[in-house]
């Protein structure tokens, strides 16, 4: 039997989603029409209401003005040590971490030759200014351990203005972790960066 | 740090979605931001377009029309053999099997009388109406076994019109299942299902 036609349009745009496939996207369209119609409709218009969210003009992170709520916080923006992120879902990690008090800057991605993304796709100019801005003495690289990644701190560790500590994220064992299951990078990783007790 | 607000609206409507955490909400959302206008245009719509939906007059399906596209085949409903579901997904389910020819009924759930949800309301009355319309000979029950479940089935079995063999669905072992891992239940039920070689 065919779906009928607006639950099938429903169903192949609810495929896109990272991790949704043929089965879970009718199990959601299905879901979705057993709720009332107010709950479909402001289902509906917050998706399109994503369609409004800016970046902010000070460190490039998802929001709903000019400025974020992190770049108006003088708790945060005026510290000398600041947080760079490849993407808005890292930002929010660190984030929940609770362990950064600094200010941040969202990359839009890493470097990529092969692809065509160099410097300015991914805003190293508007980095730069705002390490100078912000009278920035220390930045942390928080960018994923990946080939790209790692030549973009590499990258930033150069172009960086002087005078300005380039820290990067420490790797080793994650908590938790249980040595016996973790690749050897990872195990080389963690012997390198062992700490005296 | 506060998610912005066109955003933090859209995670709390996709939270509601079955299986959709906090996390995963977030992570839907920030996908769906990584997407072209059109497209988040398009999920926007396709979901709005979920409202337009109707239920089949004669057999409860969800469809676009008056009549699903099953009850508008003469190859499926002038057969003497009807399926009776509690839901969509569960006719999506046999369908997909491509085991059953006949035609649908789909209940709206099942009987529970301590919500207060009677025959009426689970659409009994339809049922019948449908099965004489269609001069059905055989109808099987694809009601899943539950408390409620069976209760359905009972009270089926007794209301339904007299001269109509009620089948319900067997039950046992699943394929590709393990004995060892199965309730005592369903090993009961297949040991009493049992059949000769």
């Given at each position: 039997?065919?779906?009928?036609?607006?639950?099938?349009?429903?169903?192949?745009?609810?495929?896109?989603?990272?991790?949704?496939?043929?089965?879970?996207?009718?199990r959601?369209?299905?879901?979705?029409?057993?709720?009332?119609?107010?709950?479909?409709?402001?289902?509906?218009?917050?998706?399109?209401?994503?369609l409004?969210?800016?970046?902010?003009?000070?460190?490039?992170?998802?929001?709903?003005?000019?400025?974020?709520?992190?770049?108006?916080?003088?708790?945060?923006?005026?510290?000398?040590?600041?947080?760079?992120?490849?993407?808005?879902?890292?930002?929010?990690?660190?984030?929940?971490?609770?362990?950064?008090?600094g200010?941040?800057?969202?990359?839009?991605?890493v470097?990529?030759?092969?692809?065509?993304?160099?410097?300015?796709?991914?805003?190293?100019?508007?980095l730069?200014?705002?390490?100078i801005?912000?009278?920035i003495?220390?930045?942390?690289?928080?960018v994923?351990?990946?080939?790209?990644?790692?030549?973009?701190?590499?990258?930033?560790?150069?172009?960086?203005?002087?005078?300005?500590?380039?820290?990067?994220?420490?790797?080793?064992?994650?908590?938790?972790?249980?040595?016996?299951y973790?690749?050897?990078?990872?195990?080389?990783?963690a012997?390198?960066?062992?700490?005296?007790?």
């Open positions: 039997m065919e779906l009928p036609g607006t639950l099938n349009e429903a169903v192949t745009q609810l495929k896109r989603l990272p991790g949704i496939g043929e089965r879970s996207a009718i959601l369209a299905l879901s979705i029409l057993s709720w009332d119609q107010e709950n479909i409709k402001n289902l509906s218009s917050s998706l399109s209401g994503l409004d969210i800016k970046n902010c003009i000070s460190c490039n992170a998802l929001c709903d003005n000019e400025v974020c709520s992190l770049c108006n916080d003088p708790n945060r923006i005026d510290k000398p040590i600041m947080c760079v992120v490849e993407s808005m879902s890292d930002l929010l990690a660190i984030e929940n971490s609770g362990e950064f008090a200010s941040y800057f969202v990359l839009s991605g470097l990529n030759p092969l692809k065509g993304i160099g410097p300015d796709e991914i805003g190293v100019p508007n730069c200014k705002a390490a801005n912000r009278k003495s220390n930045i942390v690289l928080a994923n351990p990946s080939i790209e990644g790692d030549a973009t701190c590499s990258y930033l560790n150069e172009v960086l203005p002087d005078g300005i500590i380039v820290d990067r994220i420490g790797f080793g064992v994650p908590m938790g972790g249980s040595l016996e973790l690749d050897s990078m990872t195990i080389s990783q012997l390198k960066n062992r700490k005296t007790l």
